[in-house]
């Protein structure tokens, strides 16, 4: 989505009515620029903007208009943190921030992206720093970052078998959350999901974690490089719902 598209959609959104919440609001973020500098990556979000989410998030919570839990709690309202990817600075500048707010929230890595060396995302010592901290939840996001539907059985089975035992002996938890890589996922997906032992599974599907929904098809709401804590508040609030037909 490009500047103008966004402003038309945030326009259009403007005009939408209010919804009664039914459901929690899962939120899903993947990178913070910590320089605040210019990015075409439209999931990249400055960190002057994310400091206002996080001011608009502990708003609500400190006075239970909206209370941040764990995606794995059974709270039917309130709103989840979710951060796909593991880039270094979910440590290094998210963290930090929602830690300081003690808001808890997830990390759903890629563990592969652990041991190849990349700088833009969390390393051992890093992943075992974040996991230490309070209200974090450690999470998969597959092995090799594939689409998942797009494979045969057994090759599901060992991507999220492989990043689930990894994940674990590195950080000494159990590890049962997870998010599909691209949002790609299907019935035969989210059962392997189970049988491997995840209890917990986020979609890229927009939408509220209503009750009665599969645990392991979270719809959730997409963070863009271009929303602030106004627009933010819009989604969690249900005036993006419309768009999730374009979504």
């Known amino acids: 989505m490009n500047l103008w598209k966004f402003q038309l959609a945030k326009m259009l959104s403007s005009m939408q009515p209010n919804q009664d919440q039914v459901g929690r609001r899962v939120i899903m973020y993947h990178s913070i620029n910590p320089t605040n500098g210019k990015t075409r990556d439209i999931y990249t979000i400055s960190k002057d ?25 059974p709270e039917p309202t309130g709103v989840s943190i979710t951060f796909d990817d593991g880039y270094s600075d979910t440590l290094t500048v998210a963290a930090k921030l929602l830690c300081s707010e003690n808001l808890p929230f997830s990390v ?18 890093q992943l075992i720093e974040l996991c230490q901290m309070p209200n974090v939840t450690i999470g998969s996001h597959g092995f090799a970052h594939l689409h998942l ?10 991507e999220l078998r492989q990043s689930k035992q990894l994940l674990e002996d590195l950080t000494g938890k159990p590890v049962e959350t997870m998010s599909y890589p691209h949002g790609s996922y299907n019935a035969k997906v989210s059962a392997i999901a189970a049988e491997v032992g995840f209890k917990f599974a986020a979609t890229s599907n927009w939408g509220a974690y209503s009750p009665g929904l599969n ?13 602030d804590e106004k627009t933010l508040n819009q989604k969690l609030k249900g005036k993006w719902d419309w768009i999730k037909r374009f979504v």
């Open 49 to 73: 903007k994310f400091v206002k989410h996080v001011e608009l998030l502990a708003y609500h919570h400190k006075n239970r208009t909206s209370l941040v839990v764990p995606l794995t709690n």
């Open 149 to 158: 539907s797009d494979l045969p059985n057994e090759l599901i089975k060992n």
């Open 215 to 227: 645990p392991l098809e979270i719809p959730r709401i997409d963070v863009w490089s271009y929303d």
């Open 108 to 125: 759903f890595v890629t563990a592969q992206n652990i041991i190849n060396g990349d700088s833009r995302y969390l390393n051992k010592t």
